[in-house]
């Protein structure tokens, strides 16, 4: 005679005030809804329902959007401190770190208020002088002249179908005023 198994589901989980407003504002800050569920550790349906605006008090909402702004201000903090160092890194390797930094600061700044961020020239500008720092040291290591290291670059871009890669490798090749 078989013996027949009960299985006893688990009161679902309660989750407080404060919960519920550090995992939306993981969410405002950019995380994926999978890897803030991960780091969290809930599950992922519950969060996406928040994310939805379901199941969420307002003021828990409010309190998740104040402290998205407050991260935002802490971002912001960041960026000035960076872009007050990039002077005196110019000469240095770490410029190309420094000006990524900056740009990363500078765009969860941007995300957190909810402002747009495809379309800051300054995070463009900061990224491709980043790439030509980087093109400049590799040229030298590897003897080359930066503009073969520049073509090289183009080249790679090309093979992977970066067409916005290529364009703005190109215009490290045009001549500038200075």
């Given at each position: 005679m078989e013996e027949k198994v009960?299985?006893?589901r688990a009161e679902p989980r309660r989750y407080s005030d404060a919960e519920k407003v550090q995992a939306l504002a993981?969410?405002?800050?950019?995380?994926?809804?999978s890897a803030a569920a991960r780091a969290i550790g809930m599950p992922r349906k519950t969060l996406s329902q928040w994310g939805l605006g379901q199941a969420i008090h307002p003021s828990v909402a409010e309190a998740s959007h104040e402290k998205?702004?407050?991260?935002?201000?802490?971002?912001?903090?960041i960026a000035h401190r960076i872009v007050?160092?990039?002077?005196?890194?110019?000469?240095d390797a770490n410029l190309a770190q420094a000006?990524?930094?900056?740009?990363?600061a500078v765009d969860k700044m941007r995300l957190l208020r909810g402002e747009a961020t495809s379309n800051i020239q300054i995070t463009a500008t900061i990224?491709?002088?980043?790439?030509?720092?980087?093109l400049q040291e590799a040229a030298q290591a590897a003897g080359l002249a930066y503009s073969d290291a520049v073509q090289g670059a183009i080249e790679y871009a090309?093979?992977?179908g970066d067409r916005e890669l290529q364009r703005a490798l190109g215009g490290l090749l045009e001549p500038t005023d200075g």
């Amino acid at each position: 005679m078989e013996e027949k198994v009960k299985i006893e589901r688990a009161e679902p989980r309660r989750y407080s005030d404060a919960e519920k407003v550090q995992a939306l504002a993981a969410l405002e800050v950019g995380s994926s809804i999978s890897a803030a569920a991960r780091a969290i550790g809930m599950p992922r349906k519950t969060l996406s329902q928040w994310g939805l605006g379901q199941a969420i008090h307002p003021s828990v909402a409010e309190a998740s959007h104040e402290k998205a702004l407050e991260l935002a201000g802490k971002f912001e903090s960041i960026a000035h401190r960076i872009v007050d160092a990039m002077p005196g890194k110019i000469g240095d390797a770490n410029l190309a770190q420094a000006a990524t930094a900056a740009g990363i600061a500078v765009d969860k700044m941007r995300l957190l208020r909810g402002e747009a961020t495809s379309n800051i020239q300054i995070t463009a500008t900061i990224n491709i002088i980043a790439i030509q720092v980087s093109l400049q040291e590799a040229a030298q290591a590897a003897g080359l002249a930066y503009s073969d290291a520049v073509q090289g670059a183009i080249e790679y871009a090309e093979e992977q179908g970066d067409r916005e890669l290529q364009r703005a490798l190109g215009g490290l090749l045009e001549p500038t005023d200075g």
